[in-house]
């Protein structure tokens, strides 16, 4: 088997001892016979391992205890819905700030609801997404402000929060949970799909303050995050498989140092990249350096052929899925926790290489 | 390690040829150097994976070409939403058979749904749901009838539907899925959690006759059959894990030899508990003769003090998770598909032990 890197937006790169270790004890979780797969959600072993999971990730972000943590299903997607139905209760109005795909994902899905107004307070789609949105247009009362904080497709990401005083905020991180330091307290709600930092596909993880919930709201069981706190997200069968990955990698986490250390490593490997991106005289960055991610690098040669050569002779090379968003086309490279520094080394040689050639 | 029988109702045994394989190829998938955890939804390598599962699935239960296959997220309960907001659009109105705890739970969600009316149109409760329910009432139009195929908890299940000519089926088959032929024929939508019969938690299965479907529905894209259906479940990130594991066990139920035969080999084994319980002076089934599921046998010694001393001493023999339900009590041994007919023989083995000496 040759060496790869796997550059995936997500399902991604996941630690190699964590990896290690589910197929270890694949056969027989902690010397019970059975496998994690095929565990009881009312087993101890699985109550002591999601409880573990949800302690581990309060330490690594500091979450307050007045905010609940749950492991839900549904992916990003489904927080477009239940963000929403859960939270924007007394003034039934968001305000979206519109920073690109996933940002405008999040209008559709709300403007689905009954009742619902979802309105765009900032947008840099004038800038092609390549920015933040700067300006803001707040316009009476808004349940909350919803931020994409890392624009996994655009490669654009929050060091700062936009300063909106009095305003409640909702964060997709979907894309640099634990890559990347927030402070929880700045959020009324976070939410996060888990198949890029956290674990495998098929996890959501959300942190809301509990207090901006309403205990009689009486929605769908499934779709109610006061439900689903009063059963620590084991309403019914929870993902228990993906949830056991996601608490070793919580614990791989805390190895490494927690979120600064890994935070200060992306920054560096990110930084490999973009200082090549900015000399390159073939490649460059699409997204403007100030807002650029640390966790996703979005780039191009210009011309599209040449693109579509880059991709094919990169993946030949071992150097998996730099294709950039159907959307964008050009090339992406997902620098997440668990992609190695010697993986970006790699590719920059591999470009420099490329760019000698062509 | 000691061998040992996971009587479990769910997440439950897994057959072991499938966990050997997860295990030897959890590092590298198909020689892609990249784990199945690691594997974008947008790969080749998924598509197929999940084209395959799909396809074994259709061929295992004959599903028709103008049913829909979906492999969603949420559980059972999940769907007791869904297939209100999918399928009761012409009368918004239900009949929903009450045949224990989860046809009740299906009721309370459907409840929840503005504009929805959920009618009990059949009911065993007066039976203390030791039996299904036998008489239908039937009170003008309904969007569809739904069904709980197998109760889990109560032990009952339809060997034949009942006869409600021109209502359309719902069936909730999440506990006997792939264990008791039925024709999908006859049913408008069927509906299982995977955890029992299928793989690990964290997948739910839709089938669905796709001209019940309103094309223009336009609800929430991860509550909405139809846009799941158009992106061929890949809307968003699926759980990639849960249906490469399903596909596993959908070719092993194939070598098996597919429903019928391990249809067959659930009927020898539940069989055998229940000659034993018929014939024992300590031990009996609660569920009555005629509608007792292959697939969840519950029991009770008349004791509780005696039923817990059983459940203590059955775990510490390897026979694992025989409790009842929190809400019922007493015994349960789940006998799905992966349980081998040496865990129903060791089980009454030990049950026989256990009479003699009390």
Redesign the interface.
Same mark, same amino acid.
């Given at each position: /088997?040759?060496?790869?890197y #796997?550059f995936?937006?997500? !399902? *991604?790169?996941?630690p190699a001892p964590v990896? $290690?270790q589910?197929?270890a004890e694949? =056969?027989?979780y902690h010397?019970? @016979? /059975?496998?994690i &797969? $095929? /565990?009881?959600?009312?087993?101890s072993l699985y109550e002591d391992l999601a409880a573990a999971a949800e302690e581990d990730l309060r330490q690594l972000m500091a979450i307050p205890d007045d905010y609940d943590v749950l492991f839900l299903? %549904? %992916? %990003?997607? &489904?927080q477009?819905?239940m963000a929403p139905l859960n939270l924007a209760r007394h003034y039934h109005r968001l305000g979206l700030v519109d920073s690109g795909h996933w940002a405008d994902r999040a209008k559709e899905?709300a403007d689905?609801?009954p009742g619902i107004q979802a309105d765009v307070v900032a947008s840099s789609k004038g800038d092609h997404y390549t920015s933040l949105p700067k300006d803001y247009h707040l316009n009476g009362n808004y349940d909350y402000i919803h931020l994409t904080l890392n624009n996994t497709i655009e490669g654009t990401m929050y060091r700062q929060l936009p300063q909106l005083p009095g305003q409640v905020l909702v964060g997709d991180m979907s894309s640099n949970i634990l890559a990347q330091r927030y402070d929880v307290k700045d959020f009324g709600m976070i939410y996060a799909?888990a198949?890029k930092n956290i674990?495998? *596909?098929?996890?959501t993880v959300v942190i809301v303050k509990h207090d901006l919930l309403d205990e009689q709201q #009486?929605? !769908?069981? /499934?779709?109610d995050y006061v439900k689903q706190a009063k059963k620590h997200s084991a309403? #019914?069968? !929870? =993902?228990?498989? *993906?949830i056991y990955?996601a608490g070793l990698v919580f614990k791989w986490v805390k190895e490494q140092g927690g979120v600064d250390a890994l935070q200060k490593r992306n920054e560096d490997k990110a930084g490999l990249l973009y200082d090549y991106l900015d000399n390159s005289k073939l490649f460059r960055a699409t997204a403007k350096p100030a807002d650029r991610s640390i966790t996703n690098v979005p780039f191009v040669t210009g011309d599209e052929n040449l693109d579509q050569v880059f991709v094919q002779d990169a993946t030949a090379a @071992?150097l998996? #899925?730099v294709k950039g968003h159907r959307s964008v086309g050009g090339m992406r490279a997902s620098l997440y926790n668990a992609m190695p520094k010697a993986g970006v080394e790699a590719l920059v040689k591999f470009m420099k290489q490329f760019e000698m050639e062509h």
């Open positions: /088997m040759t060496k790869v #796997n995936s937006a997500g !399902p *991604a790169v996941l990896i $290690e589910v197929q694949l =056969p027989s010397g019970s @016979g /059975m496998s &797969l $095929e /565990m009881s959600h009312r087993s299903q %549904g %992916g %990003g997607t &489904l477009f819905t899905e689905l609801l799909g198949q674990g495998p *596909a098929g996890l #009486n929605l !769908p069981a /499934m779709l309403l #019914n069968t !929870p =993902p228990v498989f *993906a990955v @071992g998996l #899925n």
